[in-house]
C-alpha cells in the first residue's frame, strides 16, 4: 500500500505521541538501510562517504555511519552546512555521538578533489523537498552522479519528490533506495532513479495508522 507524505507525517506524529520516539524511529531507519545494503553488497573494510543534510533525512544517514563503522567501514561523513545548523533534536543527538567516535571522519561538504568512495549514502534531501536545489546540495548531487561507485538513497533519491514523481533542477540516480514505513506514491515512478526500492518497518505501532489510511 502506498501513501502519500502527508500521511506518513501524521503517521510519524502519531507514533511520537504514543511514546515511541521520532528518535527511536530514526534509530531504526538508520539499521535498516544498513541491513539491506549489507544484504546487498559488502560493507566491511569498504570506503562510505555519507552526504548528510540538516533534517532528519541527515539523521538516517548518521545512525547509518555508526552502524556501518561497527561492520568495520571506512566511514567519512559530510554535512551539507554547519553542525550548529542542524535542523531536528534527533538528528543533533546523533551528530553529537559520531563527534565521540574517533572511527569516523567528520567534515562539512566541499566539492573539492576527493578519493572515490566505494559507497556512497545520499541522505541529503528527503521528504520534504520544495523548488529549486541550490548550493551545497547541487554540487553535492552533481558530485554523486559523477562518481562510479554504488549508490544508496536514504527514504528517497535527493531531488525526487516523493509524492509526484517529478523531479528538481538537480536529482541523484542510485542503485538502491530504502525508504520507511509505507512507500511514497511518487517513489515507485522513477526506478530509473531509486534503483532497486525496498520498504522497511521502522517500529511505528500499526494503531498510529487508525484514522490516517
Not at 544484504?39 to 555508526?66: C, F, P, Q, Y
Amino acid at each position: 500500500m502506498e501513501i502519500t507524505v502527508d500521511q506518513m507525517y501524521q503517521i510519524e506524529n502519531r507514533g511520537h505521541e504514543m511514546g515511541f520516539l521520532k528518535k527511536f524511529m530514526m534509530e531504526n531507519a538508520g539499521s535498516a538501510a544498513v541491513r539491506r545494503l549489507a544484504d546487498e553488497t559488502n560493507i566491511d573494510s569498504k570506503t562510505v562517504l555519507v552526504l548528510a543534510g540538516l533534517g532528519n533525512n541527515g539523521g538516517d544517514g548518521l545512525v547509518m555511519a555508526r552502524h556501518m563503522a561497527g561492520r568495520g567501514a571506512e566511514v567519512t561523513v559530510s554535512l551539507m552546512g554547519d553542525p550548529g545548523d542542524i535542523k531536528t533534536e534527533e538528528s543533533s543527538w546523533n551528530w553529537s555521538i559520531l563527534q565521540k567516535m574517533p572511527s569516523v571522519r567528520l567534515e562539512s561538504w566541499s566539492p573539492g578533489d576527493r578519493v572515490m568512495p566505494d559507497i556512497i549514502i545520499d541522505a541529503m534531501l528527503g521528504t520534504g523537498i520544495t523548488g529549486e536545489i541550490r548550493e551545497p546540495y547541487a554540487s553535492a548531487i552533481k558530485y554523486v552522479n559523477s562518481t562510479d561507485c554504488y549508490k544508496l538513497a536514504v527514504d528517497v533519491p535527493s531531488g525526487l519528490d516523493p509524492q509526484t514523481g517529478d523531479t528538481a533542477n538537480v536529482y541523484t540516480k542510485c542503485d538502491m533506495t530504502v525508504t520507511f514505513h509505507r512507500t511514497k506514491q511518487g517513489i515507485p515512478k522513477r526506478p530509473d532513479l531509486t534503483g532497486s526500492l525496498f520498504a522497511e518497518r521502522i517500529g511505528i505501532p500499526p494503531e498510529a495508522e487508525e484514522g490516517v489510511l
